[in-house]
């Protein structure tokens, strides 16, 4: 393959990209389901939700894109195998293709619906607005905020516009435990990049309060997501069909356990803590949309 074609690739991380691909088309489907809609052929369902879903993958690469060229000299010092410190593509055509991919995702975002193509420029705002001016990856806390708004609430608003209501309480639950989910776990992507983002003027909780410290913050956060769900329950705002969900809090003391031993995962380019981090996001999107469809099922509810 060429050398600048595959820095391209790279520059766009294709790894994260399957969590916004494999989380938005879950939760489209689930959606769908839950409103027990039955107007909507196959194909329709087919020809929506591969491009609404490639929408989130877009707007994803984009946000990598621009970030590795607005984070050039951090990235020289935690990072330098990427493609703009080993100079194979420019910082000015990483700003490039990450301009090209935000435009067309939201033109594709046009062809889903007004409310889905709204909450996404709502995501891509906070995607830019975090790496360039004000660029609030500097701000201790609304760096985390910033990622946790976007990627968790927004992320699962978007999908579930495609098909129904995004304001009902079963969205906005599920969206809220993803965000306070997120707030906490996105310090693990921090830890490799402490001391570059020191050096750089950067404020995140590792840099700020230490491994150990931070660790036990984003524990709080992480475990009080799966926590909330009982009281969600209680209140009637979720039905008890998701209790299961609970249960992910032990893979939280597992990505807390992971933080304070700092081991690092070579393939994904980070830390376990983030892999698992990532993962246990992913396991609890599947896991809900499985639990809604199941229990949306006539013969079974």
């Known amino acids: 393959m060429n050398k600048k074609i595959r820095g391209y690739i790279e520059l766009l991380r294709p790894f994260t990209l399957l969590a916004p691909i494999i989380v938005s088309s879950s939760v489209m489907i689930a959606s769908l389901i839950y409103s ?28 990598n894109a621009l970030n590795q060229a607005t984070d050039y000299q951090e990235d020289k010092l935690s990072k330098p195998y990427r493609p703009i410190p080993k100079d194979i593509v420019s910082q000015k055509e990483a700003r490039n293709i990450s301009f090209l991919l ?25 995607s830019i607005t975090y790496s360039l001016p004000p660029r609030m990856k500097k ?24 098909f129904a209501n995004p ?14 989910f997120l707030f906490g776990g996105t310090a693990t992507k921090d830890i490799l990049d402490a ?67 700092n081991h690092k995962n070579e393939k994904c380019e980070n830390t376990s803590a983030w892999t698992l981090m990532y993962a246990t996001y992913i396991a609890y999107i599947m896991i809900f949309c499985s639990l809604t ?9």
């Open 36 to 63: 027990g809609r039955t107007d909507v052929s196959f194909l329709t369902i087919v020809l929506t939700v591969i491009p609404a879903s490639l929408c989130f993958a877009l707007v994803n690469g984009a946000s």
């Open 102 to 126: 935000y435009i067309f995702a939201m033109l594709l975002s046009l062809t889903i619906n007004v409310t889905f193509s709204l909450l996404v420029l709502f995501i891509a705002f906070f």
């Open 139 to 162: 701000f201790l806390f609304i760096n985390q905020l910033w990622v946790a708004i976007p990627r968790g609430f927004l992320g699962i608003l978007a999908s579930w516009s495609v």
């Open 167 to 180: 304001f009902q309480n079963l969205p906005l639950a599920i969206g809220c435990i993803s965000a306070l």
């Open 195 to 261: 001391d570059a983002d020191k050096k750089t003027g950067t404020k995140t909780l590792v840099n700020a309060l230490g491994i150990k410290k931070t660790a036990f913050i984003s524990l709080l956060f992480m475990s009080s997501a799966f926590a909330l769900i009982i009281p969600l329950i209680l209140l009637n705002i979720i039905e008890f069909y998701l209790f299961p969900l609970a249960l992910l809090i032990i893979l939280s003391f597992l990505i807390f356990w992971l933080m304070i031993h």
């Open 293 to 301: 469809y199941f229990s949306s099922v006539p013969i079974l509810s």
